[in-house]
């Protein structure tokens, strides 16, 4: 059988970027069943597809195992814009059948109260200068094509995934000073929605913690850290990474292909959090 939860939470896919793990994010649903699907900001990049990203046959079928979930599941899915996805205020607010698509949302379970939103409306950066956010998702382009060449040679040489980017954000120190102030504000934005909790993602760093009494969630993302967050029937919240299942093929689904299943095992942090071991970072990016 399949692994339950009560809900699932997703974000920053970035459908039609190379960087863009569609492949895995489909498997990780594969594996689970939910009553609800949150979609959380930045699933499709529109800024990449403007200019140099494309749309690939994984890409659709990321698409068509929510379908599925919305089929077979009864699963009700919200997709919440972020701001790679920001062609999506053109429809919004919108409802079909078990599909909705809105701007943030407020989600009660077991007695609580979640602020749920994307995050880049309390970051001043991609709200009002617009410019400055297109250059850093230019370098950050760079830097996962980088990342690719490096993930290559570590994996002929038998080393597990690393992160450049997340190493690159937690050795510039206004990059930390930003990640701890986002996460502030945005429990503070909680707080004053009267909310016990607030979920989001954009910044693409998984997180599971309390900030002055508020519980702060972070999903993380699909293109590095392969992360979600899911919640139990009883309110509790986990992190799960995708690089952390222990898939193993039990069991044949309906349409005979094999489908994996979830061994519970304890979870593990992800591979960019461990030394870079045999890896070596130019001074430049310090």
């Known amino acids: 059988m399949k692994t339950h939860f009560k809900t699932i939470i997703i974000s920053d896919v970035h459908l039609g970027t190379k960087g863009s793990k569609a492949k895995e994010v489909a498997r990780f649903l594969k594996q689970y069943s939910c009553e609800n ?14 200019k140099s990203g494309s749309w ?30 920001d062609f999506l205020d053109q429809i919004l607010p919108i409802q079909i059948g078990n599909l909705s698509i809105q701007n943030d949302m407020i989600y009660e379970s077991n007695g609580k109260k979640f602020f749920i939103t994307h995050g880049d409306i309390f970051d ?7 410019w400055i956010a ?5 370098g950050y382009t760079f830097l996962l094509w980088l990342n ?35 996460e502030e504000e945005l429990a503070k934005m909680a707080k004053a929605k009267g909310c016990d909790g607030i979920i989001c993602g954009h910044i693409h760093k998984a997180e599971n913690r309390m900030i002055d009494g508020i519980l ?11 992360s979600a967050l899911a919640e139990d029937h009883d309110g509790n919240w986990q992190l799960i990474y995708y690089n952390e299942i222990n898939f193993r093929k039990s069991y044949r689904s309906e349409d005979d292909k094999a489908v994996a299943i979830e061994r ?22 310090f």
Do not use: C
Request: glycine letters at 6%; zero cysteines.
């Open 216 to 226: 702060y969630l972070n999903s993380g993302d699909w293109v590095e850290t392969m």
């Open 56 to 85: 690939k046959r994984k890409h659709t079928r990321f698409f068509n195992r929510i379908l599925k979930m919305i089929e077979r599941d009864q699963t009700n899915v919200t997709y919440l814009r972020g701001n790679h996805d």
């Open 134 to 138: 297109y250059l850093g998702d230019v």
């Open 148 to 182: 690719r060449l490096v993930n290559y040679h570590r994996r002929k040489r038998g080393l597990p995934y690393y992160s450049l980017s997340q190493y690159v954000k937690g050795k510039v120190k206004t990059a930390v000073s930003y990640i701890d102030q986002y």
């Open 37 to 50: 699907l949150i979609l959380n900001g930045d699933i499709i990049d529109g800024w990449q597809l403007k």
């Open 124 to 130: 001043s950066v991609t709200t009002n200068l617009r």
């Open 264 to 285: 519970p095992r304890e979870l593990k942090t992800v591979a960019f959090e461990s030394v870079s071991k045999g890896l070596k970072i130019p001074n430049f990016f």
